[in-house]
C-alpha cells in the first residue's frame, strides 16, 4: 500500500499571505496525484488532479507541483474562503486509492 | 458534466445491512473503474472498495473485507455497495467516485450518502 504523508498537520496563516502545503508518497505516483479542499459539513473539493492542472473552476491562486513522490499544493494569497482541510490523494494504482492524513489551515 | 449521486443511507442498527447505489451521469460510465470512500465524523478519507469497469476486479478495504459487496450495473450507470454486519465504526458519510481513464485524468466524486449504525 502507498502511504501519503501530508506536512504540516495544521498551518496558520494570514490573510493575504502565501501558504505551502506538501504530500509525501512512500513509492512513486507519477503524476496521479490530486488535491482537495474539505469545509465543515461539505464533499471534499477536487481542486487539482495530474499533480498540478486545476479543476474547472478553481481560482488560479492555487497551484500544485511534484512527481514521483514529492509534491506541493501552494495557495498564492489566501482569502478568507481558503480556510479548510486539504487532502492528497495518490490514484496511481489501486487497490487501495490512499489519501493523506490532511493539512488544517487556519487562520492566525 | 459528470454527476454522481448516492443514495441509500440512513439509521440501521448494529448487525443489519444496507445497501448504497450511485446513479452516474455526463461521462461513459462502462469505461471506468468506480469506487467508494468513506469518512468518518471528524475523521480523514478512507477507501473503502472498488471494482474495475467489467467487474473483473473488486478489491476491499481490510476493515469492511467480508462484509461489504461492491458491484456495477453498466445497463444502469450504476454502482452499489452492499453493506452486511454493520458495525458502529461503520458510521460515516459514504462517497462514490469514479476513477480516471485515458486522456481524462480527473477524478470526480458524488455530495455522499450518510450512513448511521447505532441501536
Known amino acids: 500500500e502507498i502511504v501519503m504523508t501530508q506536512s504540516p498537520a495544521t498551518l496558520s496563516v494570514s490573510p493575504g499571505e502565501r501558504a505551502t502545503l506538501s504530500c509525501r508518497a512512500s513509492q512513486s505516483v507519477s503524476s496521479n496525484l490530486a488535491w482537495y479542499q474539505q469545509k465543515p459539513g461539505q464533499a471534499p473539493r477536487l481542486l487539482i488532479y495530474g499533480a498540478s492542472t486545476r479543476a474547472t473552476g478553481i481560482p488560479a491562486r492555487f497551484s500544485g507541483s511534484g512527481s514521483g513522490t514529492e509534491f506541493t499544493l501552494t495557495i498564492s494569497s489566501l482569502q478568507s474562503e481558503d480556510f479548510a482541510v486539504y487532502y492528497c490523494q495518490q490514484y496511481n494504482s489501486w487497490p487501495p486509492w490512499t489519501f493523506g492524513q490532511g493539512t488544517k489551515v487556519g487562520i492566525k | 458534466e459528470v454527476q454522481l449521486v448516492e443514495s441509500g443511507g440512513g439509521l440501521v442498527q448494529p448487525g443489519r445491512s444496507l445497501r448504497l447505489s450511485c446513479a452516474a451521469s455526463?461521462?461513459?460510465?462502462?469505461?471506468?473503474?468506480m469506487h467508494w470512500v468513506r469518512q468518518a465524523p471528524g475523521k480523514g478519507l478512507e477507501w473503502v472498495s472498488g471494482i474495475s469497469w467489467n467487474s473483473g476486479s473488486r478489491a476491499y478495504a481490510d476493515s469492511v473485507k467480508g462484509r461489504f459487496t461492491i458491484s456495477r450495473d453498466n445497463a444502469k450507470n450504476s454502482l452499489y455497495l452492499q453493506m452486511n454486519s454493520l458495525r458502529a465504526e461503520d458510521t460515516a458519510l459514504y462517497y462514490c467516485?469514479?476513477?480516471?481513464?485515458?486522456?481524462?485524468?480527473?477524478?470526480?466524486w458524488g455530495q455522499g450518502t450518510l450512513v448511521t449504525v447505532s441501536s
Open positions: 467516485a469514479k476513477d480516471t481513464y485515458a486522456a481524462d485524468r480527473s477524478p470526480s
Open positions: 455526463g461521462f461513459t460510465f462502462d469505461d471506468y473503474a
